[in-house]
């Protein structure tokens, strides 16, 4: 997650590559009234050792990546740590024929659900739960993490993903933002890094399953 130095990095270095797709994003939001601000664990009440605090990853570099996989009809989409719906915003301008957020904070799922009614979407399930207690994983082809928790909870949930693997072989991307459990990904694990796209201050890392 970027911290408020790496927000203000990041604006920054908006402004100064006349990136208007990303401020104009930012700032329809704000006219909307759509609440996307940053969150912290101490607001939410969380562990540390179960979730990291929420940052809004949607927006135009999403779309351009989302539109790079040449998403359709046939693919579904699993936000895990969805916080406040950022991302799901995003992948509800593709055609998925389902999107669904899993957030821990029953806070955060109400900030989300509300931002959703204000912008008229409403193909979006958000659960609230832990994110290695979520099993029912068997109909999504699309799996996208922003850094949404620590190392355990990831291999927990990576584990969760095999299982579902295995009783539906299918060919699963896993989209992971700022990617720091990536050894959780790859460990004992049929998912293999296949390519990065950038952000303005983080690196996306595209995961694949061989088959």
Known sequence: MLDIRGKIKLYLSLLRNR?????????QFLFRQIDLRNVYLEELNLSPKSAHYYSDSGGPTLEKLLTNLKISPQDSIIDFGCGKGGALITFANFPFAKITGIEISAKLVNIAQRNLRKLWIDNID??????????????????????????????????????????????????YLNPECHDAVVTDSPFVKQREFDHPSLKYYIYINSE
């Open 19 to 27: 990136d208007w797709r990303a401020i104009n994003y930012r700032l």
């Open 126 to 175: 958000i659960i609230c739960c832990n994110a290695k207690e979520f099993t029912a994983l068997n109909e999504y082809n699309y799996v996208y993490f922003f850094s949404p928790f620590p190392y355990p909870v990831m291999q927990a949930v990576i584990e969760n993903i095999k299982k579902s693997l295995s009783k539906n072989p299918r060919r699963i991307t896993i989209i």
